[in-house]
């Protein structure tokens, strides 16, 4: 270790002055100002080089991992050696991590109750992510970290094994772990000062279930954990940040009842969809708002997206050469169908039989194609298919029959004498064609390449069912899986479906947090970025791409807010709208403006027409962005609807579907 170590370990500590004050009489004056400045060089690094943030006025103190650290040198090395992680991602990763952890309170301060967001993307790395931070902040002597995994006990346990993995197994002897993969938490035999004051760091990952928050809490309000905790740093992550944890009568209280036995605690939200955590009432100050700090996690490379699969729509000032359309990799339901799929009504649903419709026909033969090229390619890693209709649990059982007798059909026929001419190699031509395989520098495979895996694939298929009831859930950590799972909430949220390569997805949603998490198809697809198919309606296509628009404005004004150096407390994030789509359930403090996402001034006009020349009794009300300042969308020229105060008063019994509005049209022009 260099003396310079010892000196940025006191500044990370302490703060810069305080370092340099310290050890001033050991170290000659050029030798101590070339140490301060290597010092602010490390932390401009950091500061510098990651994604965007909202953190204006934070107190600077981080400038990396240390060279005595334990935690995160071992994970580093453990994401090389067993996750293979190329140099380029590893250094990524560090990179996102250390700013989430140089935006955390400097530890060596006796009090703070930090509240931060931490935004990345639906199945992108937040979990890996979360976990380096956990290991550098246990590398700066926090001893209690608690993981709020989701509401369903299949995420809890994937997240406590990736954890035991990455943290508690590389270093047995500096963690006590207060959970397991096999049991949430439950008081133990201890008492917390037992845990509290130990030379290691405690982990938890606990469900977001009242039963279990209420007992950890009792556990910790006992007169010995509330003494150790006075001293504790604690860090608590709050995975999937908008489930559960906001605007909810028993899970958030007991959240922020937790948070304040923690005079020194940090508190990070991890979503992908932080519609409901940005609406947080930021006035009060006992809740969940994240005052302190907004990040934007980097899209990690080779990540697919609702850009790279849907397309989005061209934003404000935008050249339309550059805006993405997407693969071809959507198929289109008729909405027609969709009461083939799942029944209308609770009576419908106990005798329901799905529909083997075309369109799900092909979406399972391709699965089980694109399983087979992958096979053929030498990747022999788990494969699954999502089929996610409806939330009905009988709905789910109807299907397997239907899969089942589709598995012994399809192996009766691939024993016939000329497969090579059958639909199979009819549909492995047209979608293989449909993908430019060239994009990720590979040839496309040949049907007849296929032919020799494709029996093996069909055979091996399980058909899973996983929803609240079932006891057959998905399990990758027992040899290589290849499944049809057929499911609703347990699938939609936070778990990953590893190797997901075709989707079958026609249940609809209201609002925009709902539906993104629901696309279990975003990731990263590794050596078969061309075969991934998802079959779904023209309406949830449609949505899913207004939803890659409101993300790419969403994480440019966050980027903004940065370089205009403002907080969450400054300014809100601007959310736009949709016609018939909610943001979120939880709208919050949340206020609707009109305003132009260039930031320009427009000038709105009202005039009456009649009822032939306006709109014909029904129309939608107008894009708008909520929690803004005041303005209207310029992108909005056309003739829309809009709700003055003269229109209410001349309301008419044929009005629109806002029902403040009757007769009116708007136009907008930029002043």
């Not at 010892?6 to 170290?27: I, N, P």
Request: charged fraction near 25%.
């Amino acid at each position: 270790m260099s003396f310079y170590d010892v000196f940025a370990g006191w500044a990370k500590k302490y703060d810069l002055d305080a370092a340099v004050k310290r050890f001033s009489e050991q170290l000659p004056t050029e030798l101590a100002e070339e140490y301060r400045q290597q010092f602010v060089n490390d932390m401009e690094k950091i500061t510098n080089g990651g994604p965007p943030i909202i953190a204006a006025g934070r107190d600077e103190w981080y400038s990396g991992p240390g060279i005595d650290d334990w935690y995160w040198p071992a994970l580093r090395q453990e994401l090389v050696r067993e996750a293979r992680m190329s140099d380029d991602v590893v250094r990524s990763l560090n990179n996102a991590s250390s700013i989430v952890v140089a935006h955390t309170p400097r530890p060596s301060r006796k009090k703070w109750s930090s509240r931060g967001l931490v935004v990345g993307y639906v199945q992108s790395g937040k979990t890996t992510n979360f976990t380096s931070v956990a290991a550098k902040l246990a590398d700066e002597d926090y001893r209690l970290i608690i993981i709020l995994s989701g509401i369903h006990n299949g995420l809890r346990k994937q997240t406590q094994i990736r954890l035991n993995q990455q943290l508690k197994n590389l270093n047995p002897d500096r963690w006590w772990a207060l959970t397991d993969e096999s049991e949430d938490f439950r008081i133990p035999s201890h008492e917390p000062s037992a845990s509290l004051t130990s030379d290691k760091a405690v982990l938890a990952v606990v469900k977001k279930n009242a039963t279990v928050l209420t007992r950890l809490i009792k556990w910790l309000e006992r007169d010995n954990g509330r003494r150790e905790l006075q001293n504790a740093r604690v860090l608590v992550i709050d995975d999937e940040a908008d489930q559960a944890s906001v605007a909810t009568g028993r899970i958030n209280p007991l959240i922020n009842r937790l948070l304040r036995l923690m005079p020194r605690c940090t508190y990070i939200g991890y979503t992908a969809t932080p519609f409901a955590n940005v609406f947080i009432d930021p006035s009060d100050e006992q809740d969940l708002y994240p005052k302190d700090f907004i990040l934007n996690l980097p899209i990690p490379d080779g990540y697919f997206g609702p850009e790279k699969l849907f397309g989005r729509n061209l934003v404000e000032g935008e050249d339309p050469e550059t805006a993405p359309d997407g693969y071809d990799m959507i198929r289109t339901v008729p909405e027609a169908d969709l009461s083939l799929f799942r029944p209308a009504g609770k009576a419908a649903a106990a005798g329901f039989v799905p529909t083997l419709t075309d369109e799900l026909e092909d979406s399972i033969l391709w699965f089980w194609l694109a399983t087979a090229a992958r096979r053929a390619r030498g990747d022999l890693g788990h494969s699954t298919m999502l089929i996610h209709t409806s939330v009905k649990t009988e709905v789910h059982e109807a299907f397997k029959p239907v899969l089942d007798g589709l598995r012994r059909r399809s192996l009766d026929e691939l024993d016939g004498e000329e497969p090579a001419s059958s639909r199979w190699a009819e549909l492995w031509e047209r979608e293989s064609g449909a993908v430019p395989s060239e994009d990720w520098g590979r040839k496309q495979n040949e049907f007849h390449e296929l032919l020799p895996h494709l029996k093996d694939v069909v055979e091996g298929t399980q058909v899973i069912l996983d929803n609240y009831k079932s006891t057959d859930r998905l399990d990758y950590t027992k040899g290589t899986v290849t499944a049809i799972a057929v499911g609703g909430n347990t699938l939609s949220r936070g778990l990953t479906l590893e190797g997901l390569i075709s989707s079958f997805f026609v249940r609809g949603a209201t609002a925009y947090d709902t539906l993104l998490q629901m696309g279990r198809w975003f990731g990263f697809r590794t050596g078969f970025e061309d075969l991934p198919r998802i079959w779904t309606t023209p309406s949830l296509e449609s949505a899913f791409r207004h939803l890659a628009t409101v993300e790419y404005e969403m994480r440019d004004d966050i980027d903004r807010y940065q370089r205009e150096n403002l907080t969450p407390t400054d300014i809100a994030v601007r959310i736009r709208t949709h016609p018939v789509l909610r943001i979120t359930a939880k709208m919050g403090a949340a206020q609707p403006s009109y305003i132009s996402f260039a930031g320009r001034r427009l000038q709105t006009r009202y005039f009456w027409s009649g009822m032939q020349t306006g709109w014909p009794g029904t129309c939608r009300p107008p894009p708008t962005s909520s929690r803004t300042h005041s303005g209207t969308d310029p992108s909005d020229r056309k003739v829309m609807c809009g709700c003055s105060a003269t229109c209410r008063s001349r309301a008419s019994s044929r009005s629109c579907r806002d029902t403040r509005c009757t007769r009116t049209r708007r136009t907008s022009t930029a002043s």
